[in-house]
């Protein structure tokens, strides 16, 4: 499986980003995908994820109402529509494949791929 994620870069505060994540070497629509997050001596955590189907989403706390995670199931992408960014939202972006088809992942124990990240950083 190769996940390639897109779309970072620096940003003021109070913007917008889209990042992009094209997958490839699977049945894309077989598996739920995520979002993570790794800030600067800080663990990697979890942002979003979505279904198989795009039927159900999960998102964090810190980024709920701001962010949106969305899949193309045709195009075998994930998207993450980032609104209303704040400094807090620095970190590298990376999608995420999970094998367990029930799961809406939540945690990076539950990841089987990672893509390669994106970063995103926002200035105040």
């Known amino acids: 499986v190769q996940l390639q994620a897109s779309g970072g870069g620096p940003v003021q505060a109070g913007g917008s980003l889209r990042l992009s994540c094209a997958a490839s070497?699977?049945?894309?629509?077989?598996?739920?995908m995520a979002w993570f997050r790794q800030a600067p001596g800080k663990d990697r955590e979890f942002v979003a994820s979505?279904?198989?189907?795009?039927?159900?989403?999960r998102y964090a706390d810190s980024v709920k109402g701001r962010f949106t995670i969305s899949r193309d199931n045709a195009k075998n992408t994930v998207d993450l529509q980032m609104n209303m960014l704040t400094p807090e939202d620095t970190a590298v972006y990376y999608c995420?494949?999970?094998?367990?088809?029930?799961?809406?992942?939540?945690?990076?124990?539950?990841?089987?791929?990672w893509g390669q990240g994106t970063q995103v950083t926002v200035s105040s």
């Open positions: 995420a494949l999970a094998n367990d088809v029930q799961l809406l992942p939540t945690h990076f124990g539950e990841i089987d791929y």
């Open positions: 070497g699977r049945t894309f629509s077989s598996y739920p």
């Open positions: 979505i279904t198989r189907s795009g039927s159900s989403t």
